[in-house]
């Protein structure tokens, strides 16, 4: 199986800097493992594109939403041809339906 091309668009990327800056208030060596492992959950999308749970909001859903949970962080994706794009990544308790419609 051939790797599939990840793209990570600019609002997802300032969402993983805002969790940066968010954890590094109390421990800026936690907040670069997080950053890291977000991105390392991110990267496997590349070989496994539908690991990835299809999003329990219809709406969201019959878009073809699908999203990668990182502890306590969600990141949402859809899987497009032969590339993974990477739409937002938010702490799980927010609002998501709101900030992907």
Request: aromatic share 8%; proline share 3%.
């Amino acid at each position: 199986m051939s790797k599939y091309k990840i793209a990570i668009l600019q609002i997802a990327r300032e969402d993983i800097v805002e969790i940066f800056f968010c954890i590094a208030e109390n421990s800026p060596t936690s907040a670069l493992a997080m950053t890291d492992k977000i991105m390392g959950k991110i990267d496997t999308l590349a070989e496994h594109p539908h690991i990835g749970k299809i999003v329990q909001d219809s709406e969201l859903a019959k878009q073809d939403y699908r999203m990668l949970i990182i502890d306590c962080y969600i990141a949402f994706y859809k899987v497009i041809n032969h590339e993974v794009v990477v739409y937002r990544v938010l702490h799980g308790m927010r609002d998501y339906p709101d900030l992907l419609k």
